[in-house]
């Protein structure tokens, strides 16, 4: 069975940038998207890459650039690079997978999923 493991997170302060990455055993073979969920809120979607190379951006921050998903099959690690980091950004971030070529914005779409990691953007 797969496996996800998130690390990166931590604490940061506004304006400031954080990489997390998700190892995933078999990375090939599965597309990859980024959750968070923020105090108050539902599980949303971030972005998504699939197999192959396909890039799905669900968050505004996303289309706007502030969030960019990365894959690295040879690493075995998928990549969430956030850049201008809110305060409203914080809280825990997610990868979870998918054994398809398709990207998909629902959670419950993806069977496998990683710990979480905790993102803190404060002064």
């Known amino acids: 069975q797969v496996q996800l493991v998130e690390s990166g997170g931590g604490l940061v302060q506004p304006g400031g940038s954080q990489r997390l990455s998700c190892a995933v055993s078999k990375l090939e073979d599965y597309t990859v998207a980024w959750f968070r969920q923020v105090p108050g809120k539902d599980r949303e979607p971030i972005s998504c890459?699939?197999?192959?190379?396909?890039?799905?951006?669900y968050l505004l921050d996303s289309e706007e650039g502030r969030f960019t998903i990365s894959r690295d099959n040879a690493k075995n690690t998928v990549f969430l690079q956030m850049d201008n980091l809110r305060p409203e950004d914080t809280g825990i971030y997610y990868c979870?997978?998918?054994?398809?070529?398709?990207?998909?914005?629902?959670?419950?779409?993806?069977?496998?999923w990683g710990q979480g990691t905790q993102v803190t953007v404060s002064s």
């Open positions: 890459e699939s197999t192959v190379g396909e890039v799905r951006l």
């Open positions: 979870a997978a998918r054994k398809n070529y398709l990207c998909y914005d629902q959670v419950n779409m993806y069977p496998y």
